[in-house]
């Protein structure tokens, strides 16, 4: 995703050695042309998979959501909501999941009305770093025996575990960004190619998605 690439290496900013700043087009202010081609490229993936809706957490995975089940033909979107809601009731499913950004603790909640047993449920959000979200959405995913056909995220921070983790657990997991590192306040990107290789921090060599933006130096993806 050409778009996406200028975006990060324009405006995107590595503080200290583990926060990507993109709030100025992802996550506080948005760039919703950007944002209607990267929910297209999540429906360019996960169109074999056939989902029957999009699931994400408030706030910031909404957006992605909402572009990319409207690239997929109109599907429904579901938001867990966080905390106590009296307007969504006590028939609901929940999981624990913990913020590392707020260091504490959410209950996320989703009406039983509207996941349905055989469903089948694509997941969408905006960051993937350590993947208590994305646990606690697969959690309520199997509460309410949907089938998981994937996740798509908009930026993985390689360095941590979240993504590994979920690979490991042979869940499709579509990131169109992952960073290996932040340097001097620097986020390297590029492009990669098709069927484009590159050796990952944990010694895995891995096939890459031919949209995903990967660390790289002047020769070949490193990361």
């Known amino acids: 995703m050409k778009e996406l690439v200028e975006a990060i290496q324009a405006q995107g900013k590595g503080i200290g050695t583990d926060i990507v700043k993109v709030d100025m087009f992802l996550n506080h202010r948005l760039d919703t042309e950007l944002y209607v081609k990267m929910g297209q490229a999540f429906a360019d993936a996960f169109a074999p998979e056939k989902p029957d809706l999009v699931l994400t957490v408030e706030a910031s995975g909404i957006a992605a959501a909402l572009t990319t089940a409207m690239a997929m033909g109109d599907k429904p979107v579901i938001f867990a909501k966080k905390g106590e809601r009296r307007n969504i009731g006590s028939d609901v499913y929940t999981a624990q999941v913990y913020s590392f950004p707020h260091q504490?603790?959410?209950?996320?909640?989703?009406?039983?009305?509207?996941?349905?047993?055989?469903?089948?449920?694509?997941?969408?959000?905006?960051?993937?770093?350590?993947?208590?979200?994305?646990?606690?959405?697969?959690?309520?995913?199997?509460?309410?025996?949907?089938?998981?056909?994937?996740?798509?995220?908009?930026?993985?921070?390689?360095?941590?575990?979240?993504?590994?983790?979920?690979?490991?657990?042979?869940?499709?997991?579509?990131?169109?960004?992952?960073?290996?590192?932040?340097?001097?306040?620097?986020?390297?990107?590029?492009?990669?190619?098709?069927?484009?290789?590159?050796?990952?921090?944990?010694?895995?060599?891995?096939?890459?998605?031919?949209?995903?933006?990967?660390?790289?130096?002047?020769?070949?993806?490193?990361?």
């Open 104 to 223: 504490k603790e959410n209950t996320i909640r989703v009406s039983r009305s509207y996941l349905k047993k055989g469903m089948r449920v694509l997941i969408i959000d905006d960051f993937l770093a350590n993947g208590a979200a994305l646990r606690g959405l697969i959690d309520i995913v199997r509460q309410a025996e949907c089938t998981l056909v994937g996740c798509g995220i908009c930026i993985e921070k390689g360095w941590q575990p979240g993504g590994d983790h979920l690979r490991g657990r042979g869940i499709k997991l579509v990131s169109l960004a992952i960073c290996d590192r932040i340097e001097d306040g620097k986020i390297i990107v590029r492009r990669c190619t098709a069927n484009e290789e590159c050796t990952t921090l944990d010694g895995q060599t891995r096939k890459l998605w031919e949209n995903t933006l990967v660390i790289a130096d002047a020769e070949k993806a490193v990361a």
